[in-house]
């Protein structure tokens, strides 16, 4: 692991780190528990509920992550001109992104409806709940352009610094899905003396209440965006500019690979684990959605750690960058720590929260405490992965997470089910093997100094 001297921590970077970060976190710790109150309830409508709204939730990240990929190109560019001053060229950097989520989305629509229909076949779907998993795929997808919106605009807003707005439309997405909920999974109940309406559509209610959300969040985020002093790209030409677009795509593709490689990945994993059965499929589904929660402190420190990266190097503070490494690393270990521990601590009884069956319990909690041992490691990844996002940095990250994830993770998955007969322990010990090499690859390389584009002196004493 790095090792960081206490005496030589930049402390006073903390404050600017938090005031990016916290908002992040806010705003993702509202989607995990949106997350699990949605599981909470398809889970009360049985493990086959579960199972055909889990079974394709890799496809989702896969999706979600691609197209995040390509807003990170925009995350570098805006990041680095604003740490230069550049307001013109952020602006004109603002319309490329409009023009480019409008084109992604669209497209990214057709593709995943056409193949609605296929995707719980080749996710390993058990044939009685492949009907059901395709149809709440379908409805989920159908307002892609605007949960595109939502991924790029909230990315472009954090480039310059406003964590908070993204914040704000995350809460009003997840309690427009939340409310919805409740009048759209079940039938009309009587609950505490108050009749409550429903209209008992069970899992295709879920998907209903998602879509809507979905289409809510791009509206306003977009709004938010044309509202933004820095960002609005109000009149400016929406025409390709191939002198902003080129540099952004440099980073982005390489991302968009890595990204798309990696959930590719994930879809593989699941897939196989899906072969083992409802059981296991429940287990896993609820252990991700569990895990998720843990994973909150990383992601927010990300967010900050490549909005600082990119504005040190646009403004071209080669010690900025230097203690941003020290500082931000420091922190996130320390966090990881602490979630892990919890993890590990509350791992029955988090998943009791999800499942009533004693076996997906107790498959589930012993996977969580397996995968809790590997935090502070996977935190390392998550920030050095965010810091070279912010300068632009992408083909190392690209290379590393398509190493562990198709070289370790599906390699061994594949090798333990179908050749050793085991089943979902075995598949999640090939996820925390691929997790630390990643991280012991990454370490590698910032011990090395190479990380930093100012300056390649070597870190001795970090």
């Not at 890799?58 to 604003?82: D, E, K, M, P, R």
């Not at 994993?269 to 994973?295: C, K, P, Q, R």
Request: with cysteine; net charge positive; aromatic share 10%.
């Amino acid at each position: 692991m790095i090792r960081i001297s206490k005496q030589r921590l930049p402390w006073h970077m903390l404050p600017r780190i938090l005031v990016l970060a916290w908002p992040t976190m806010l705003e993702q710790m509202m989607q995990t528990a949106v997350q699990y109150i949605d599981t909470a309830m398809v889970g009360s409508l049985g493990t086959q509920a579960t199972a055909a709204v889990g079974a394709t939730s890799t496809v989702n990240w896969l999706v979600n992550s691609t197209i995040s990929a390509v807003s990170v190109g925009f995350l570098a560019y805006i990041s680095q001109a604003c740490g230069s001053g550049d307001k013109t060229r952020v602006k004109k950097a603002s319309a490329q992104a409009v023009l480019t989520a409008v084109v992604v989305g669209v497209l990214v629509t057709g593709l995943t409806l056409c193949v609605s229909r296929y995707v719980p076949v080749w996710m390993q779907v058990d044939p009685s709940i492949r009907t059901l998993a395709a149809a709440y795929f379908f409805i989920l997808y159908t307002p892609m352009l605007f949960r595109t919106a939502s991924i790029v605009f909230g990315t472009l807003l954090r480039a310059v610094g406003d964590t908070k707005t993204p914040m704000l439309v995350g809460f009003l997405m997840n309690g427009i899905n939340v409310v919805l909920n409740f009048f759209l999974i079940y039938p009309t109940r009587i609950a505490f003396g108050i009749r409550i309406p429903g209209t008992d559509m069970g899992v295709i209610g879920a998907a209903l209440a998602s879509a809507i959300a979905f289409l809510a969040g791009g509206c306003v985020i977009t709004v938010c965006l044309w509202r933004n002093p820095m960002l609005s790209p109000g009149k400016l030409c929406f025409r390709p500019d191939w002198q902003i677009l080129r540099p952004c795509l440099k980073v982005a593709v390489p991302n968009a690979l890595q990204r798309f490689g990696t959930s590719l990945g994930y879809v593989a994993f699941a897939a196989m684990i899906n072969s083992l059965g409802d059981i296991s499929t429940a287990a896993h589904t609820i252990a991700n959605t569990v895990e998720s929660a843990f994973y909150i402190p990383g992601y927010g420190m990300q967010t900050a750690a490549a909005t600082l990266a990119g504005n040190a190097l646009g403004a071209g503070d080669e010690r900025r960058i230097r203690d941003l490494g020290r500082m931000i690393l420091a922190v996130e270990v320390s966090l990881m720590l602490l979630s892990g521990g919890l993890l590990f601590w509350f791992a029955p009884d988090m998943m009791r929260l999800f499942s009533k069956d004693p076996q997906v319990i107790s498959l589930g909690a012993t996977v969580l405490r397996m995968v809790a041992l590997s935090e502070p490691f996977y935190g390392i990844s998550i920030i050095m992965e965010g810091m070279l996002q912010g300068m632009g940095k992408t083909m190392l990250p690209f290379i590393n997470n398509l190493l562990g994830m198709w070289g370790i993770r599906i390699l061994g998955t594949f090798v333990c089910i179908h050749f050793l007969g085991l089943g979902l322990v075995a598949a999640w010990g090939c996820m925390i093997a691929h997790n630390l090499a990643v991280c012991a690859l990454f370490t590698i390389y910032y011990r090395s100094g190479r990380w930093n584009p100012l300056g390649t002196v070597r870190l001795h004493n970090l």
